[in-house]
């Protein structure tokens, strides 16, 4: 059989098993255009084969991170049939485990968000669980608070977080009888995410998988209410002085945000118009990720124009929260004038950790058993914090289904904007209550006439000056990934700004306490250290970049600023001699 011929038998049969008929029209199209093209137009049926071709390549993969992936009809596409048998495939994982599972069940604002959450709803309940719906689309951080709050034994929330807007995923939480200890509504690590992929593969075709069509309960907004009652134990009752822009990046934190900095006395919050409402075509950015240059331009400019004090951004599902400042180091008049121009800069993700882990560490000083966990390609500032008041630190594998496992946690975070500051309550990140945090602390810091910059430099006194950076490649190419790292591991730099490298871990076979990761790790002579590993999430090769410089205890203003200086340069030099390296 011809390999053209097998494919499209593939795709036929693929048609015939999938109960949507958007998508079966999608595929029937190509269908019909690859019969109908003229021969003689070879390159047109070419693009519409190899689109097939990729559609059919494989089977989206569950893992730790679940389902995510480009939507579009074919088993390597997020869509109602993957969807429907990886619903199937959970459920006969939890009626393994537990008698009568009860599962909580979110989505986001995204294209279809809706209508695979409905569909797991559908299928689980079929499958003789209880689940419980959320009403509307909602904040990442609502769906873990619902797995605890609730005592469900899983969670499933549809969301992509901040990916592209062609994408759509689907996060799997385990807790109440199916997980206990430090893992109770934590995301899957293995072994469990092998063990429902493995029934998710046994599952039928999605046409024959049985679908409730009522049967499941949709959550009162009583536990909304309870989250934002947990955040707002977070902080003190106060009189505000602080002016807060904010901004949603068309998710859907902003009411949720609005309500929880309200409640806490922050009443002078504007959110920039344009990214307030859902949009899941992020009209107004490239990526929906703060992390993107130009994501919070918007809120930048608006800071700048309403004399705000700080600003905040969540990613669409509102885990991760971003902060910027008007730093005057950072400002700079040649070129155009921008908020970027007179010092307004979004805060390193390790920057905010490290002012939130000191913040949460004095509130628990001195407490027994007390751990602060950060992952290992983020700034290691944080194990002296801890150490400073007397509590355990430490060091997880990326991604907080690791981190939010540290036994005896009471912060987490990971430089990607993620940070957990009340894991008894939501055992992830969560960007709306950290953003409560984070503005009590500049408000604070306003009432004795100082700024988060100042608190920066306190922290850089006390530790060490750690100033980290990111240096990220995205591929079309997939398979140029493990290239990438292989040419890494093959020819290693032999210093990096000067210094030389006198360390490499592989950290494939596993380093300390760490399992094995795709990872390489560069330690230098002067302290400076690198780490490369692909994107868990994203077509990327991201390399984490941190110098440390000793900056004495009674260090003023100007010294302070010219170790920042001096650090940064020695930074971006580390920055461009790894993507020479690499080959970027």
């Known amino acids: 059989m011809e390999p053209t011929t097998a494919l499209l038998e593939r795709v036929r049969a693929w048609i015939a098993a999938d109960p949507d008929p958007d998508d079966r029209a999608e595929l029937e199209d190509l269908l019909a255009r690859v019969e109908s093209t003229d021969p003689r137009n070879d ?125 759509n995923g689907y996060k799997v939480y385990l807790g109440g009888r199916a997980v206990g200890g430090s893992g109770e509504g934590a995301q899957i690590v293995p072994p469990y995410d092998a063990e429902i992929a493995a029934r998710i593969a046994a599952a039928p075709d999605a046409v024959d998988v049985p679908r409730a069509e009522t049967g499941w309960s949709l959550i009162d907004d009583k536990v909304v209410r309870a989250y934002l009652d947990r955040v707002g134990t977070l902080t003190a009752d106060e009189d505000r002085r602080l002016k807060i822009v904010t901004t949603a990046l068309h998710g859907v934190g902003g009411p949720l945000l609005a309500t929880a900095l309200a409640e806490a006395g922050f009443t002078d919050v504007v959110p920039v118009p344009e990214q307030e409402s859902p949009d899941p075509d992020f009209s107004t950015v490239a990526f929906p990720n703060p992390e993107e240059p130009g994501a919070i331009d918007l809120a930048l400019g608006l800071a700048q124009d309403t004399n705000a004090d700080l600003v905040i951004a969540n990613d669409p599902d509102a885990d991760r929260c971003a902060v910027a400042v ?45 751990t602060l966990a950060s992952s290992v390609v983020s700034s290691r500032i944080l194990g002296p914090i801890a150490r400073a008041h007397g509590l355990t630190h430490t060091t997880t594998l990326t991604g907080f289904k690791w981190i939010s496992r ?35 602390l500049a408000d604070h810091l306003a009432r004795e006439g100082r700024t988060i910059v100042d608190a920066l430099d306190d922290l850089a006194r006390a530790h060490g000056l750690h100033v980290t950076d990111q240096v990220s490649a995205r591929f079309s190419d997939l398979s140029l990934i493990p290239a990438t790292m292989q040419r890494l591991r093959d020819e290693p730099p032999a210093t990096l700004a000067g210094s030389r490298v006198t360390e490499i871990v592989d950290l494939s076979a596993g380093h300390g306490d760490l399992p094995p990761t795709d990872g390489i790790v560069l330690h230098c002579e002067d302290g400076t250290r690198v780490i490369v590993r692909p ?3 994203e077509p990327k090769v991201k390399c984490y970049l941190e110098v440390v410089r000793p900056v004495a205890a009674e260090a003023d203003h100007e010294v302070m600023s010219a170790a920042r200086r001096e650090a940064r340069d020695q930074l971006d030099q580390v920055g461009a001699d790894i993507r020479a390296s690499l080959g970027l």
């Not at 048998?85 to 989505?107: C, E, F, N, Q, S």
């Open 43 to 167: 390159e047109a049926r070419a693009e519409i084969l190899a689109d097939l071709a990729d559609r059919f390549s494989g089977t989206l993969q569950f893992g730790t991170a679940g389902l995510r992936g480009r939507m579009g009809a074919g088993p390597l596409r997020m869509n109602r049939a993957v969807v429907i048998r990886a619903a199937a495939g959970l459920g006969a994982y939890l009626a393994g485990v537990v008698d009568r599972p009860k599962v909580v069940v979110g989505y986001d604002a995204r294209h279809r968000s809706q209508q695979l959450a409905l569909d797991t709803a559908a299928v689980l309940t079929a499958a003789g669980a209880h689940v419980d719906l959320y009403p509307r689309a909602l904040p990442t951080p609502l769906l873990a608070f619902g797995v605890r709050h609730l005592d469900a034994d899983a969670g499933v929330m549809v969301t992509a977080s901040h990916n592209p807007p062609a994408d």
């Open 535 to 537: 994107s868990g999430t």
């Open 406 to 440: 540290a036994d005896g946690l009471v912060f987490g975070y990971e430089e990607a904007l993620g940070y957990c500051v009340d894991p008894e309550s939501v055992r992830d990140k969560d960007g709306i209550s950290a953003a409560v945090v984070i503005a009590q």
């Open 326 to 370: 008007l730093d005057p180091r950072a400002g700079t008049h040649r070129g155009a004038e921008t908020a970027a121009s007179s010092g307004w800069r979004m805060l390193h993700g390790d920057e905010v950790g490290m002012l939130l882990g000191s913040e949460i560490a004095a509130r628990f000083d001195g407490t027994p058993g007390a």
